[in-house]
């Protein structure tokens, strides 16, 4: 796996034997102080709390620094109308590597084109979300031992969730039969399809007895033109205590968070529950990729 010097802007760059040394390397990794010396820098033009944070921690735990706006959109140069090309000029003269979130699709590409380090793409509107996606399945492998032979099911907005867009086109390197699961309005686009066969459902009880992973998403409210349509999709879904007794006793369930009001909080106990946990496996996923674009 050869990501040194690279730009982590889409999970189409990755197969199946990278995933798989990207895990190895994520499980194994120390907290030696391997990039001491190196900067990050954490651009956010969109909320984050888990991705940020992560990041920081896992460029902090490998002995490096982290310079970092939360608030890009209201308190940078964004505000004069600088262009993101511009601004991946300036800001790879001060730092290693650039970790970015952006509200508009192919931002962080943009940005990149000004760049003379690695950018890393924290999600850029509803296109793509690769480390999540990463994250998720580093979680699975974790977890199952295995990315292949299982079924898996996505949940949720499948239209503008750029989790479940990256996590989709990732899972294509295994052999799992993925089962997609939204309401007919926020079904998985034609353009992230691209003709791959796979089941698609939108009533979640019909189908998760079957499945070893319940991949739930948050429907994206901010990406909705029309606050109607939010409202008549909002809470197609609640993962409840009646649900997971129909699931499989030894099925896993994954959410990027934040969850809205989709997993009750009852599910929080079941020891199939690994939302919680994905926490500390994105760290571990976050230091092996920063690592392997940085040395
Ligand atoms: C996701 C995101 O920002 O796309 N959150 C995350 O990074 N953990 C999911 C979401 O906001 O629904």
């Not at 994250?135 to 750029?162: A, N, P, Q």
């Amino acid at each position: 796996m050869d990501l040194k010097g690279k730009n982590i802007l889409s999970t189409k760059q990755f197969d199946r034997a990278m995933l798989i040394s990207l895990f190895e390397e994520a499980k194994s990794l120390s907290s030696d102080s391997v990039l001491n010396g190196k900067i990050m820098a954490a651009l956010f033009f969109e909320p984050s709390t888990r991705t940020r944070f992560s990041f920081e921690a896992a460029m902090l735990r490998l002995g490096g620094s982290v310079i970092s706006n939360a608030d890009m959109l209201k308190t940078s140069s964004a505000t004069k109308k600088e262009t993101l090309y511009d601004t991946g000029k300036v800001i790879s003269q001060m730092a290693d590597v650039i970790v970015m979130r952006h509200p508009e699709a192919g931002s962080v590409a943009e940005l990149a084109k000004g760049s003379s380090v690695p950018v890393i793409n924290a999600g850029d509107g509803a296109n793509e979300h690769p480390t999540q996606a990463l994250m998720d399945l580093f979680t699975i492998w974790m977890e199952k031992g295995t990315l292949d032979g299982l079924k898996i099911g996505l949940v949720g907005d499948l239209k503008y969730g750029r989790v479940p867009h990256s996590q989709f086109d990732l899972l294509k390197h295994f052999d799992s039969e993925i089962v997609l699961i939204s309401p007919e309005s926020l079904k998985m686009p034609e353009g992230i399809l691209e003709g791959r066969d796979c089941v698609e459902v939108d009533n979640l009880s019909e189908v998760i007895g079957d499945l070893d992973v319940i991949a739930m998403s948050r429907v994206q409210k901010e990406r909705f033109d029309d606050e109607s349509e939010y409202e008549r999709v909002a809470g197609s879904y609640v993962l409840n205590g009646a649900l997971m007794e129909m699931a499989k006793s030894d099925a896993i369930v994954i959410h990027p968070l934040p969850r809205v009001d989709e997993i009750a909080l009852e599910v929080d106990s079941d020891p199939r529950a690994k939302y919680f946990d994905q926490v500390a496996y994105g760290v571990s996923l976050r230091k092996a990729l920063l690592k392997s674009v940085l040395l």
